[in-house]
């Protein structure tokens, strides 16, 4: 994260280098202006909470007075050559590329003020206005040859009004458009709309990013990474909801283009509120196939708790794909490579004693790449569904190798069984607390439809609490008593495991359904956080 946001910082740093040495004497007329770094583009400006016209000036003021970074607004041509700020190519039943402004201008917004034109736009946001930038749509032209045009006039509006520097980004559907502003000046930012070409082809088409619709985003999420790697800005519409946001602000957009520019930023302080709490670890699965070999390995074969299945490291059962990584339980017959081998002198006698098993599935984990002492773990899943399974996002030390289980620990995350659907475990296991001996601490919260539906399930560890969270709420609070590590081995670091078990100790309790299969947990993402 650290890599990334000095690249941010730099490619800032030289659009106002360049943005500053065009405009010398507009240095010296405006006062200081400065982008605000909060990524938050009001979409046609600041008009849903306050009831103003979309495009209107009223609109631009409002995103300027909340601070964000920039605001959006819509350009097009009339027939006499007039720039306007107006998003449909119809404005009161009149074509605005079939009629001259006058005629335009006889009907007023929605608010009383007249249809602004692209000159007092650009005035109205270099007045009063210290972070906001303009964020320039150019709207296509339907007439033939006439899109170059458009896009010379709009510069040389921009230039003659001695507003460069307030211009965040020129964006636009057409390709045309923006080839032609960058033929121009080199200098402008340009981002393309339409979210039809991966970012490689806008690398070297020379167009400066990307503002792509989230959903499609979401569809080809490894156009992110392939964006940030060529240097290209990220910007992204329409986020409206708490999730789209969430999704964009965790993938480190360099902007989010929304209607709703107050509740991103209410999701920002929320953020930050987080106790200065940082993210020093994610996989939001922003690739395809196997999982990423520099965050996870496996577990093979049987392992424990005399689960029925056979854990292995095929894309069948662990693989990333549409943004998600996918763990999933197969009914099939797999060979036991441990099948009467001399050398396993396991406590667990069956890992041997069996030939097959009749279900396959996977277990990744962190163990030997990463691990952490303390911190918020947050993982956002939806759970397979029926009887006999059991899936688990949990945590266990290096130290077992030592000292053995469970004075090792484990924090078990997330637990849940299919015979029991709507109930998800949070769970602590030492020396003195385990469920050998019953004594675990282990608490259960209901939650609505987890198989469907993604949960964050988190984990808040300290030196003093352990705390289990689905959805923002604690079910279940640990303290530490500062006795001995007995009782809290937990001042050490753990890695992450996350697998769907089917049958065993306690998800076989009830038998296995085996019609239900396949099952998949499905993960849209895992993040740790901790303090500096
Ligand atoms: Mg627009």
């Not at 849209?524 to 303090?531: C, E, H, N, S």
């Given at each position: 994260m650290a890599?990334?946001?000095?690249?941010?910082?730099?490619?800032?740093?030289?659009?106002f280098?360049?943005?500053g040495?065009?405009?010398?004497?507009?240095v010296?007329q405006?006062s200081?202006?400065?982008f605000?770094?909060?990524?938050?583009?009001?979409?046609?400006?600041?008009?849903?909470?306050?009831g103003?016209?979309?495009n209107?000036i009223?609109?631009?003021?409002?995103?300027?007075r909340?601070?964000?970074?920039?605001?959006?607004?819509?350009v097009?041509?009339?027939?006499?050559?007039?720039l306007?700020?107006?998003h449909?190519?119809?404005y009161n039943?009149?074509?605005?590329?079939?009629?001259?402004?006058?005629?335009?201008?006889?009907?007023?917004?929605?608010?009383?003020?007249?249809?602004?034109?692209l000159?007092?736009?650009?005035?109205?946001?270099?007045?009063?206005?210290?972070?906001?930038?303009?964020?320039?749509?150019?709207?296509?032209?339907?007439i033939?040859?006439?899109?170059?045009?458009?896009a010379?006039k709009?510069?040389?509006m921009?230039?003659?009004e001695?507003?460069?520097?307030?211009?965040?980004?020129?964006?636009?559907?057409?390709?045309?458009?923006?080839?032609?502003?960058?033929?121009?000046?080199?200098?402008?930012?340009?981002?393309?709309?339409?979210?039809?070409?991966p970012?490689?082809?806008?690398?070297?088409?020379?167009i400066?990013?990307?503002?792509?619709?989230?959903?499609?985003?979401k569809?080809?999420?490894?156009?992110?990474?392939?964006?940030?790697?060529?240097?290209?800005?990220l910007?992204?519409w329409v986020?409206?909801?708490?999730?789209?946001?969430?999704?964009?602000l965790?993938?480190d957009f360099?902007?989010i283009?929304?209607?709703?520019?107050?509740?991103?930023?209410?999701?920002?302080?929320?953020?930050?509120?987080?106790?200065?709490?940082?993210?020093?670890?994610?996989?939001e699965?922003?690739?395809?196939?196997k999982p990423?070999?520099?965050k996870?390995?496996?577990?093979?074969?049987f392992?424990?708790?005399?689960?029925k299945?056979?854990?292995?490291?095929s894309?069948?059962?662990?693989?990333?794909?549409?943004?998600?990584l996918?763990?999933?339980?197969?009914?099939?017959k797999?060979?036991?490579?441990?099948?009467?081998n001399?050398?396993i002198?396991?406590w667990?006698k069956?890992?041997?004693?069996?030939d097959?098993?009749?279900?396959?599935s996977?277990?990744?984990?962190t163990?030997g790449?990463?691990?952490?002492k303390?911190?918020?773990?947050?993982?956002?899943?939806k759970?397979?569904k029926?009887r006999?399974?059991?899936?688990?996002?949990?945590?266990?030390?290096?130290?077992r190798?030592?000292?053995g289980?469970p004075?090792?620990?484990e924090?078990?995350?997330?637990?849940?069984?299919?015979?029991?659907?709507?109930?998800i475990?949070?769970?602590?296991?030492?020396?003195?607390?385990?469920?050998?001996?019953?004594?675990?601490k282990?608490k259960?919260?209901?939650?609505?439809?987890?198989?469907?539906t993604?949960?964050v399930?988190a984990?808040?560890?300290?030196?003093?609490?352990?705390?289990?969270?689905?959805?923002?709420?604690?079910?279940?609070h640990?303290v530490?008593?500062?006795t001995?590590?007995?009782k809290w081995p937990?001042?050490?670091k753990?890695?992450?495991?996350?697998n769907?078990?089917v049958?065993?100790?306690?998800?076989?309790?009830?038998?296995?359904?085996?019609s239900?299969?396949?099952?998949q947990?499905?993960v849209?993402?895992?993040?740790?956080?901790?303090?500096k």
């Open positions: 890599v990334l946001s000095i690249k941010k910082n730099n490619r800032h740093l030289l659009i280098i360049a943005l040495l065009l405009s010398c004497k507009t010296l405006k200081d202006f400065a605000a770094k909060n990524t938050i583009i009001a979409h046609r400006g600041a008009w849903k909470a306050k103003v016209p979309q209107s009223a609109s631009l003021q409002e995103a300027i909340l601070g964000c970074t920039g605001s959006e607004f819509d097009r041509m009339t027939a006499d050559s007039v306007v700020i107006a449909d190519a119809t039943n009149l074509e605005v590329e079939e009629n001259t402004y006058a005629t335009l201008a006889k009907h007023k917004l929605a608010n009383g003020e007249a249809l602004p034109t000159k007092h736009y650009l005035q109205a946001g270099s007045t009063n206005n210290k972070h906001t930038g303009l964020v320039c749509e150019i709207k296509p032209s339907k033939p040859g006439r899109n170059t045009f458009i010379q709009v510069l040389k921009v230039k003659d001695k507003v460069e520097r307030y211009i965040l980004a020129y964006i636009s559907f057409s390709y045309e458009i923006l080839k032609e502003l960058k033929a121009l000046d080199k200098s402008v930012v340009t981002q393309y709309l339409d979210g039809s070409k970012p490689a082809l806008l690398k070297q088409d020379g400066s990013g990307l503002d792509y619709l989230v959903y499609k985003l569809k080809s999420p490894e156009w992110i990474n392939d964006a940030k790697e060529l240097g290209l800005t910007n992204a986020a409206n909801s708490t999730e789209d946001i969430d999704w964009l965790a993938n360099d902007f283009t929304t209607d709703e520019p107050e509740l991103v930023f209410e999701i920002l302080k929320k953020n930050s509120d987080k106790q200065g709490y940082k993210l020093v670890w994610s996989d699965f922003n690739y395809k196939g990423d070999d520099t996870w390995g496996y577990d093979y074969g392992i424990a708790n005399e689960e299945q056979y854990f292995t490291d894309l069948k059962n662990a693989r990333v794909e549409n943004g998600y996918i763990i999933e339980a197969h009914k099939e797999v060979m036991n490579k441990d099948f009467k001399p050398e002198k396991s667990a069956y890992k041997t004693q069996i097959s098993a009749n279900y396959s996977a277990r990744i984990k163990e790449i990463a691990d952490w303390y911190g918020r773990i947050e993982v956002s899943a759970l397979p029926g006999g399974m059991w899936p688990a996002i949990w945590m266990l030390s290096e130290n190798k030592t000292v289980w004075e090792s620990g924090i078990d995350i997330m637990e849940q069984v299919g015979y029991d659907n709507d109930f475990h949070g769970t602590i296991h030492s020396k003195a607390f385990n469920h050998i001996k019953g004594t675990q282990g259960k919260i209901f939650v609505k439809d987890p198989n469907d993604f949960h399930y984990l808040e560890w300290t030196p003093e609490k352990i705390d289990f969270i689905v959805d923002d709420v604690v079910y279940n640990i530490n008593n500062h001995n590590t007995d937990f001042d050490q753990f890695h992450l495991i996350l769907v078990s049958g065993g100790m306690w998800g076989g309790q009830k038998g296995i359904d085996d239900i299969f396949p099952q947990m499905v849209d993402y895992v993040r740790v956080f901790q303090k």
